[in-house]
């Protein structure tokens, strides 16, 4: 299972990651200086149930009960995807959301509530068609019992008419590790386990993509590119030749194409372990045999792999039905949303891809767009649908793709 972090900026969402998982997602050295997630952060954890204590106390992410001291039972294992909450990162964390099979949305109590980006996240899941959701009130250590109470209505009242509506609300203190065991056990009883289809060609949503060397690496030892993601179904196996879409960019007498990339599959990470075979769900690393020039700072997010030859289709021109939303969201004025426009750019977020397109119809609820950059998507696909309005892109709503 893919759980997302969701919520405004320095809410806590990677202190309570790390409090479940011990792994600080923040790692690239710019996120450390500004102390805020700037791009998607992963980690996974095993739960752990104690037999010997009752309620919440019975969960822990810790082999031994913290409680009582006495081995836990391991009853399964999840993978976080962080999402960054800065309003100008509202694409990372759209991209993210792909690869969620349900989400925490992480609310700090010292904070009215909702803040823009707690608006904006949750109506991003929506959109999405998230509706399994844990909504965590944070830094409860910080206020007095009086105001994380009136804290509680104001989230009651925000989340009204809302796909969070009964979700669960779980008081903690992710610096002071206090209530995570609530938070384990309202995740594992509000966010089943997934209906998987391994038998089907797989497909994998790439949402990073590395280059593992270390400058001054000798020539004899440099390994291959390395994409992460996670597989939506089907299975990968070492030494598996795979494709990913839509591939690289090619130039040739003045005229741009994109060729899939074919590659081998040297390596599999699950998490921390390295294994032969993976399965749909979590959070996976494919070493490759790719030059990790094409890897390098994310160059294949937003790509698709899979067996060469059964990937969805790869578009320059969506076409897609249309549901916007009555305001936007986010911003601190709130301005009405008008209907799609001829020639209007939009920011589109496919799957983990994020492109830029410009409207070349628009219909009452059909438009068509003519991309920058080309997707790889089945048709019925989600498209998350962003304006520019000001310096900001606005979500502004959501499409369907048709054939």
């Known amino acids: 299972?893919?759980?997302?972090?969701?919520?405004?900026?320095?809410?806590?969402?990677?202190?309570?990651?790390?409090?479940?998982?011990?792994?600080?997602?923040?790692?690239?050295?710019?996120?450390?200086?500004?102390?805020?997630?700037?791009?998607?952060?992963?980690?996974?954890?095993?739960?752990?149930?104690?037999?010997?204590?009752?309620?919440?106390?019975?969960?822990?992410?810790?082999?031994?009960?913290?409680?009582?001291?006495?081995?836990?039972?391991?009853?399964?294992?999840?993978?976080?995807?962080?999402?960054?909450?800065?309003?100008?990162?509202?694409?990372?964390?759209?991209?993210?959301?792909?690869?969620?099979?349900?989400?925490?949305?992480?609310?700090?109590?010292?904070?009215?509530?909702?803040?823009?980006?707690?608006?904006?996240?949750?109506?991003?899941?929506?959109?999405?068609?998230?509706?399994?959701?844990?909504?965590?009130?944070?830094?409860?250590?910080?206020?007095?019992?009086?105001?994380?109470?009136?804290?509680?209505?104001?989230?009651?009242?925000?989340?009204?008419?809302?796909?969070?509506?009964?979700?669960?609300?779980?008081?903690?203190?992710?610096?002071?590790?206090?209530?995570?065991?609530?938070?384990?056990?309202?995740?594992?009883?509000?966010?089943?386990?997934?209906?998987?289809?391994?038998?089907?060609?797989?497909?994998?949503?790439?949402?990073?993509?590395?280059?593992?060397?270390?400058?001054?690496?000798?020539?004899r030892e440099v390994k291959g590119g390395v994409i992460g993601g996670s597989l939506i179904r089907g299975i990968f196996k070492e030494g598996d030749d795979i494709e990913i879409r839509p591939g690289r960019q090619v130039q040739a007498e003045n005229k741009i194409r994109w060729e899939p990339i074919t590659t081998k599959i040297t390596t599999i990470n699950a998490g921390s372990k390295k294994v032969i075979e993976a399965g749909p769900g979590g959070l996976l690393g494919i070493g490759t045999k790719l030059d990790p020039a094409l890897t390098k700072s994310d160059a294949l997010a937003g790509q698709v792999a899979g067996h060469t030859g059964a990937l969805p289709p790869v578009w320059d021109r969506l076409r897609f039905q249309v549901t916007l939303m009555e305001r936007v969201v986010g911003a601190m004025s709130e301005l009405s949303i008008e209907p799609l426009k001829h020639h209007e750019p939009l920011m589109l977020s496919v799957g983990t891809a994020v492109t830029v397109g410009v409207v070349t119809s628009a219909k009452k609820d059909l438009a068509e767009v003519t991309l920058k950059r080309p997707v790889c998507a089945e048709p019925g696909s989600r498209i998350a649908i962003s304006r520019q309005l000001g310096a900001r892109w606005r979500l502004i709503g959501m499409g369907v793709l048709t054939e």
């Open 1 to 219: 299972m893919n759980i997302g972090v969701v919520g405004h900026v320095d809410h806590g969402k990677t202190t309570l990651v790390y409090g479940l998982t011990k792994a600080w997602t923040d790692r690239h050295s710019e996120e450390i200086k500004r102390g805020i997630s700037i791009r998607l952060g992963y980690a996974d954890a095993t739960f752990y149930r104690c037999d010997q204590c009752s309620g919440s106390d019975a969960f822990t992410t810790n082999p031994d009960c913290p409680i009582c001291g006495t081995k836990a039972v391991p009853f399964r294992s999840v993978s976080f995807v962080d999402a960054p909450g800065h309003e100008t990162l509202m694409a990372t964390m759209l991209s993210g959301s792909a690869l969620m099979d349900g989400a925490m949305l992480v609310i700090a109590a010292n904070e009215p509530c909702p803040q823009p980006q707690t608006k904006e996240h949750l109506m991003a899941l929506e959109l999405v068609g998230i509706k399994k959701i844990v909504i965590v009130q944070n830094k409860i250590d910080v206020v007095s019992q009086k105001d994380a109470l009136r804290h509680y209505e104001q989230i009651k009242t925000f989340v009204k008419g809302t796909v969070a509506e009964s979700a669960p609300i779980i008081p903690i203190s992710a610096q002071k590790a206090i209530n995570i065991g609530a938070v384990i056990e309202a995740l594992d009883s509000i966010i089943p386990e997934m209906e998987r289809d391994p038998d089907a060609n797989p497909v994998m949503l790439v949402a990073r993509s590395f280059d593992i060397n270390k400058p001054g690496s000798n020539w």
